[in-house]
C-alpha cells in the first residue's frame, strides 16, 4: 500500500502524469534548519532534463522546481517539503493512435487489465516523467547527508555499458563523466558511443544499458537487518526505477564462480590504525549493513520499447494489429537514468542515516 | 523501521538467533478461514533443513514447527499466526574463538560497529537460520494463494548455476529437481556437480549458486505502481536474503545489448481468443504490474565465507591476524537458498494479491 | 514517522503553510473508476471555508480546489489523485508582532523547541488551514465509501455543545443542521447560541464546542484488531484536528456510572429476520470492529486561543511578556471543526472498508 | 493493516488468543546495549496480574515472562526481543455453552461477522489477556526511556472514579497509590470503594471506572504533527485498550465551557531562568508537541459486560435467547488497566524520542 510513497524517515511521495498540468513531490522526514533552494534541486534536475543532446528524447521541458512548502527563509522547517514541476510541452495528439492499442513492453496493457482505466498520454503514470521527482527528492536528500554526516558523502552514477560496448574499466575516471553525453566514465569508449547510438538512432532503434553507482565515505553502520537491509532497499530502490531489470551489489552475479577464498574481503589494520580492506567484492554492504567501504551496485535499464519498427500488438478491443510507436523518445533511456539512480541511492542513504541516528546515538559511549 | 518485518498486509515479523532457544514468526494479514496444519508448513521446512545430504551444513536440526496462535480447530482465524522452532543442535563452544575476531565477509564487524554488542555464537542474528522462518510463512503465502486465487499458482525453484557449472537450460525438466542434492532441473549436470562439490568440500572451500525462481498462473495485474511494483518487492524479497548479491527479473542484465525490437514481448490473440504474448523477454512484469505470463526471477548467492582456509582479519581490539572458520557449514549455501526463494516469492504474491482485492474488488463489474 | 500521512490503504498525505503560496494533499489507494470531479470536493469545502458568517473568521479564502492528478475523463485511475487550494488572503504583517513572541496554548513555543525554527505567520503548519485538505480527502473518501458499499453511509456531524450551551437532544433533528451558522440541529439552542457567540465575540473572548458525528448505514466488519480497532483509529483521526482535547465513543465517559447490565446492548431478531440491538450504548463497535449500528463519536475542541485579553507569556529569548493576538479569529473553533470532523470520520470508514475487502473477500462464500 | 502491531520505531508485535498455549510479544527497534533482564519486566506484569485480589478475575495466572531473543548477556544487541508467556489457567469447558451464543457487549458477535470463525475459548483474541502482552513491552519502553532521556521519566496511573465513585483530588497522593487494590491515590476513597466493589461483586454485576495517568519529566519536543501527534498517539494507544470508551488529555472535555482567557496556560520565566506554566489545562501538549509540563492523559473503562444477570441475546444462528455469563471475571476490569494504561502511555513516549532523536541530533547545535 502507499505505493507512491518511498522510505520510512525520509520519506517523500511523488504524483503527476506525464501530460497532466504538473508533477509532483513531498517530502516528509527531513530535519529542520537545513538551507534549501532551488537552485540546490536545479542542479540535479537538469542532469536529467529531457532535450539536452541528439541522444535523449527531443520533448522540450525546463523542468524548473518550485519549493511550495516546508522551506521558510531559506533553511527547512521540518514540515513537509513539497516540489512542484509544470509539464509544458505535452503534445497529446501524438498519443491519439495509441489510446486503444497496447504498446508492446509498455505498461499499457498491465495498467488497463488492473485498473480497467489508463491515462495513455504520454503513458500516463507510468511514463519516466515521474524520476524528475525522484530526481528532486534525491538533491533534498543528498542535502540531509551533508548535514548529518560530517564528511561529504560523494553518489557518482556513470553508464558502464552501452548496448554491447563496456566501458575498459582501467581508464574510467570520474572527472570525465560530466564531460559526455553519456555519463561516460572513460573517453575511450566515447567516440564508440556516439557512433553506436547514432545508428541505433537513425534505425530508429533503441538499445540497453548498464549504470553504476558508487557511493563514497558512507559511515560504518547504515542498514537495518533482516529486511530493511541497505542492500534489500537499494535493490528495492533501483528496480522501481522503469525500465529495469536487474540490480548488482558489489561483484553480484560473477560472485557465482568466485570461493570464499576469492570472494572473501581480508581485513588489515592501516598505518593510521583504521580499518582496511584488501578487497571490496561484497560492495561495501555486510549482513545488510554498510562497512565503510565504497557503496557499489548496478542496474540494467532496458532498451526503450518505443521504437519506428513495427511490433506485433493487440487493441483494447483484443483484435491482432501492428504498431509503431512514433512520438520523442530516448534511443537509450538507460543513459538519463544516471541521475535518477544517483538520487535513489542518495535517499536510501539519508532514510538510513536517520534510522541509525534514532537507534543509537545516545548509547555510543556506553558500548 | 520494523526491519524484521516484511509485507503490508501479509506482513510477518521474525525473532531468534542462531543459538537462542527458538526461532519463531508472528504472520499478520492472513484472511480467516483457510485450512492450515503443521504438516502444510514441515513440508516446506524439510526441504530446507541442514543436515539433509554431505552437501549441505552437518548440523542437526529437525525444525519442527509449532502453530503456537491463529488457528482454530484447523482453520485460521484472521488473528497473528505465531509460529516457533526449537534450537536443538547449537553448540556454541564452536563459536568461543570467533568471539573477539571477526570473520572476512561475515557481519560480524558491521554488526559490533553498528550495534556495539553482538551475539556471535553462530552468526546470532545474522545467522541463515533466520530463512527458516521465511520458508514457513511462505508455506503459509502458499495457502493463502491457492485460497484466493482460483487456479494454482505453481513456484518452481532451481538451481541453474553452480559454481562455473550451468545447467543446459534445454535439458531442465521441474520433474528433476526434486531428485537430486542440488535442487538441479537438469538431470545431465548432476553428476558434474556432484564431483564438482565434493571437490570444493574436500579441500575446505565454498562456492557460489544462481537460483531461479518461475512463478506459473499468476494473474494480471499483481503490482503497485511506483515504489511498490511488483519487482521493485521481489528485488527486496531475494535480496534480503543473505548472501544474496544481485537479482534479476526476466532476460535480467542480458537485455542490455537488445535493441527495442528484439526486447519486444510481441502479442497476439490465441485460438481460444486469449492473449498470447510471443516471447517472455520482460518476465512477466510490465510497468510494475504482472502480465499474466510467468514471473521469472533470478538470484546469485556467494559462495559460503566460512571456510577451512587462512584469511587474514582483525580482532574487536584492532589488532591484525588469520583465521580459519570452522564449525559446520554448506559448502554453497546457494543450494539451501531454493526453498527460501521461493518462499520470498509466494510472500511477495500472495501480498499483492490481498492488497489488489482490497483496491479492485467491487469496480470490477463496472469497466 | 511520515508524520503528515494518514490512513493505511486509503492513505493521504498533506502539506502547506498557513501562508505558503499553496495547501495541498495527495491522496494514495483510492480504487479507480469511480467519478470525481472539483464539485465533489468543493461541496464539502465550502461547509469549513471562513468567512461565511460573523461567527468564523475573516479571513477570505474562496478554498477553490484543483485536481491536479489521478483523474481522467472524469474518473479515478488507480494513480494518486493530487489536490491543490491557493491560498489567497495572506496579511503576514498581522504577524510580525508574534514573531518573537509565543501566544499561549498556541503551538509556537512547541514548534520552536522541537525543530529551532518556525514559520511564524498564520501558525504556520500549525495552522488549521490544513484541515481545509482533510475536507477534501474526506470528500474523496465519501466518493469512494458510496461506490464499495452499496447502501449509502450517511455522516452527520453537528455542534451537540458550545461553550456552558448543551442542546436538547430531544429535538435534535438532522434536517437543523443545515440551516444555521453553527451546525446546530436543535433549533431551540440557535437564539440561545447566537447570543451567547456574540457576546463572547464582542467581548474579545472565545468558546469552546462538543461535536458529534454519526455514521449511519455503516457495514457490519469493518476494523482491525487489535491496533487498528476501529475505535482507535477514530480516536486518533479526531484527535489530529487542532485543538481537539478529548474524543469519545458510544456513550463514552458517562459509562463509568453504569454497570454490566444498564450498558449492555441487548440483541434481538426484527420481523425481517435481521439483527436488532435494543440500545446503542457502545456506539456501533464492539471488539474494535463496526456492529452495524450506528458509529457515534464525539470530540471536544478547546476555546480559541487568539484572543483580544492580555495574556502573560514569554519571548523567543526567554523574557517575560504580555500578549494580545489580534488577527482574524474564530470565535469558536468548533463550529468549523464540524467538517473536519465528518471528513475524518469518512477517511478513516473509506480506509477500513477497503481493508476488509482485502482480507475477506473471496473467503465469504465458504462460511 | 499490521493491525497487531504499534508504534512506529519502538514497534512491537502480539499474538496469542486467551486459550491457547501462550501469548507473545515481538519487539523491534529497541537500542542495543541496553541492560534488561525478566525481572525489570516481571514487575510491571505482577501489577496488572489476575488472582491478586478479591476485586479481580479468580483466573491463576503466575504470567511469567520468558526473555526468547534479543538480549545477550544481559543486554539488548538491536535484534527484535520476542517475550512469551505460557497460558497455565485455561478452563475451555466454561467456555463450551457460548460456543454458539453471543454475550452482548462483547466481541463475539463482530468477530463472527468480520471473520466468519472465532475462538470462543475465553474471548480468544479479543480477551483482556491481550494486555498482558502490553504491560511487558511497556517495561521494555521504560527501560528505554531511562537510557536515553538523562531524567527519569515517571509514569503513574491511578483509578480516579469507580463507577460513580469519585476520588478528593485534592487528597490524591501517588504514595498512596500502590498500598491498596484499586490503585485509588486518596486513601480516603478506599474503603468507600471497597464497600462499593463488594456490593457490585455480591450481585453479579460489574461497574466502569476512569484511569488518569500522569508523566512527569518528559523533554519537550515529543510529537510529530500532523497526523503522528503526541495526543493523537496517547488517544489511539488508549482507545484500542479493551472496553475503553473515551480518552481525554489536560482537561478534556470540560473545556467546553472555558474562554480562551481561562483556557490558557500563561508563561513566564522562574528564578532558575526556566519556562514555567502557570497552569497546565492543555495536559502537556500544545500543537501535538510536549511542551515539557507533565503529560495528563485519561480514559473510561466500561463496566464488564460478563455478568451474572441475564440478558438478551441471540445465537450464531440467529435465534432469540438469553445469557449469563458464568466464568470468572473481574467485577471491574478499569482496575487492572491502570497498569496497562501506564505501559500504553510509556511506549508512545518511547517510540516519539527515539523518533525525536532522528529528526533532530545533529542539528541542534546549530539552532
Redesign the interface.
Known sequence: ??????G??F?Y?????SH?????C?I??V????KLTPEDIQHDLNKRKPGSSKFVTQRKEKDIVRI???V?EG????????LLIKNEDQKSKDYQDIKDI?R????D???Q???????YRGG???SAR?TAMRVAAGAVAKKVLS??IGKKIEIIGSVI?L??HKIDKKKWNKNNINKNHFFCGDKTSVPIWENYLTD?RKKG??????IEIIAKNVP??L???????L??????????I?A??????????S???????T???????DKN?N?KF?SN???G????????QDIISRF?V??????L?A????TKN???TNIITKGRHDPCVGIRAVPVGEAMIAIVLADHA???????????N??
Open positions: 500500500m502507499a505505493s507512491n510513497s518511498f520510512e524517515i520519506r511521495t511523488t504524483f503527476g502524469e497532466g498540468p504538473e508533477i509532483g513531498v516528509d522526514g530535519p529542520p534548519g537545513i511550495s512548502s516546508g521558510f533553511k527547512t522547517t521540518g514540515t513537509p517539503i513539497a497496447y508492446p513492453s509498455h505498461a496493457y498491465t495498467y487489465e488492473k485498473y480497467g482505466i489508463r491515462d500516463g503514470r507510468s515521474e548535514k548529518i555499458q548496448g554491447m541505433i532503434l533503441s538499445c540497453g544499458a548498464i560504518i553502520g542498514g537495518d537487518p533482516i529486511y530493511q537491509k542492500d534489500a532497499n537499494i535493490a528495492s530502490a533501483l528496480m522501481s522503469n529495469v531489470k536487474g540490480v548488482e551489489i558489489g561483484d553480484g552475479f560472485v557465482v564462480d568466485f570461493t570464499g577464498e570472494n572473501a574481503d581480508e581485513i588489515r589494520i590504525k580499518v584488501l567484492h561484497a560492495g554492504i555486510l549482513g545488510g549493513i554498510s562497512s565503510g540494467v532496458k532498451p526503450t520499447s518505443s521504437i519498427h511490433r506485433k500488438t493487440i483484443k483484435k491482432e536517520l534510522q541509525h541516528i534514532a537507534i543509537t546515538r545516545n548509547l555510543k556506553e558500548r
